[in-house]
């Protein structure tokens, strides 16, 4: 991301803002920041105690700037989250990582997938909205596709106005994959070869497999159930064996990869059958996180 994340120090804050705020003069200079331990408070005129002031620093702390900061960008320091190895991109990555996001309304309904060079943050839902074809036509251009008709239309206007606001229109890479390159970089450079511009997704077949925390899964070839275990993308509790992704398959016009509950699905099915889907989008870049851990019981809470 051109390490342009900008570096957030907590308990870091103008000492003037407190002089002036929150318990009168210190004597210090207005431009000067100081670790927060390293304050001598004096209550004799606040008649505060150093509990009370330590609170009223992290308040101030948290309203004055981790509220104005991106979410980008205070998510850029979680453990879960990795620089990516091919793009300029940050991925969640491992079995169970803290990526719950609550969204139109939907309390851990979506979980983050990457955070873009641009600040944008990229989100698929946790489970499976039902079972659809991904082209009626039985075509796998994605640019004519039913599915992407029915997630841009029917399902976008059902999203609540907030969740329509915080949604941007982003290009999507829907360039065809390659079942017999063990290359991701390849792979992925397959995926980016063709582009579309809409507001609502599927995750792509590389995306999945840069879900992992397992080194050893990292091609279509070397994909197998035993990556699974190392991949929160994956869920045998969905109760769809199949999910469609954006990717085609590069040698049949007539079939699109889809990844399975127990493998990497390599026999591909036709787009006109029935799968589950897991719509994806991206979130604005001025979207702020306002509350929240990302665990499932505690999912992040945003807001433009």
């Known amino acids: 991301m051109k390490e342009k994340i900008k570096k957030i120090i907590k308990n870091r804050i103008l000492i003037f803002i407190l002089g002036g705020i929150v318990f009168g003069t210190i004597g210090v200079s207005a431009a000067t920041y100081f670790e927060s331990n390293l304050v001598t408070y004096d209550n004799t005129e606040s008649g505060l105690s150093s509990t009370d002031v330590q609170g009223a620093i992290d308040e101030l702390y948290n309203f004055c700037i981790v509220s104005q900061t991106p979410a980008s960008e205070q998510l850029i320091d979680k453990g879960d989250l990795g620089k990516d190895a091919y793009e300029d991109r940050y991925f969640f990555k491992g079995k169970n990582p803290n990526n719950y996001i609550t ?181 604005s870049s001025d979207i702020k996180i306002t509350g929240g851990d990302g665990s499932q019981s505690n999912p992040y809470q945003i807001s433009l």
């Open 103 to 283: 969204f139109n309304g939907e309390s851990a309904g979506w979980r983050i997938l990457s955070i873009e060079s641009d600040g944008t943050i990229k989100i698929i839902k946790n489970k499976s909205i039902g079972e659809m074809a991904w082209n009626s036509s039985n075509t796998n251009n994605w640019t004519n596709a039913s599915l992407k008709t029915y997630l841009n239309g029917t399902y976008y206007n059902e999203l609540n106005t907030e969740a329509q606001n915080q949604i941007v229109t982003k290009d999507w890479s829907i360039g065809a994959a390659v079942w017999d390159n063990n290359n991701l970089e390849t792979q992925i450079n397959n995926e980016n070869s063709k582009k579309w511009s809409g507001k609502i997704g599927l995750h792509t077949a590389s995306e999945y497999i840069r879900a992992t925390s397992n080194s050893s899964c990292n091609s279509m070839q070397t994909y197998t159930y035993t990556c699974e275990n190392d991949n929160w993308i994956y869920s045998n509790t969905d109760n769809y064996d199949y999910l469609w992704t954006l990717t085609p398959q590069s040698n049949s016009i007539q079939v699109l990869i889809t990844y399975i509950y127990d493998s990497f699905g390599r026999s591909s099915p036709n787009s006109s059958n029935y799968m589950g889907i897991r719509p994806a989008l991206y979130l």
